[in-house]
């Protein structure tokens, strides 16, 4: 088949799974699915960063994060708010959290939404954190904070987060004087099963925003294939939905 040009556009891995074009993208680039409406609810619109809706009939909340910062004209600040507003006026059941098409961005703007989404929930509630290897850093916070918050009514499905609970983050980038080649930098840690007091490694916001989980490994593993792509489906998103019907 066909190899993209140096001069297209360039995406996430998880990007891929979308049918949808990006801005920039040749009119004439076809995709193995031609139609978005064909896939799971949780792998359309991916043009979307931020998305919502409900689904049992009304009882769960579907939530899709792919950024934890603005993107294009999206708003996190914004849409967070609208959210809230909506769990105020509609308390539901289950909350799904999708992170795993989320690489990051600025934790402190989702920090206090994600410490009180348990509180949107009833005692028998559960919230269904999805999470995968493109679960990256203030994504991987992100789902820190829920843990944290929920403890054992936060289940996780999907695959293990992209990192370990000790990384480093923040930084800057460079470019090598002679070549072409930049790179980024990053000079904070971050430890989410430890606490972290050297004031020379760890990045000084943790010590505001504190997070500490034991683990955030997957309750249930489920990988997704490229069969069950193929298929028109989505098996971490179908066993949130099975379990928060029961």
Known sequence: GEISGENEPHAEMTRW?????MKGEPSDWRALISNDADLPLSLRDFNGTFRRAWIDYGRTLFIQLKAIADADKQHIGDFLSATTDEMRAHPPCNIIL???FNTGGDYTKVAHFASHLPDFV????????LTGPQTFSAAIT??????QSAGSRAIILGEPVGDRLTFYGEGNSGCLPHE????HYATGMHDYAHRCDDWHRCFWLNWIFAVQVKSLAPDDTIKMTFADYTALRDPVFERAVALAAD
């Open 142 to 147: 992100t789902a820190a904070f829920v843990k």
């Open 98 to 100: 999708d992170l795993r």
């Open 122 to 129: 009833p005692p028998s509630g559960r919230i269904y954190l």
């Open 180 to 183: 072409d080649l930049c790179l």
């Open 17 to 21: 799974l979308s049918p949808q074009k």
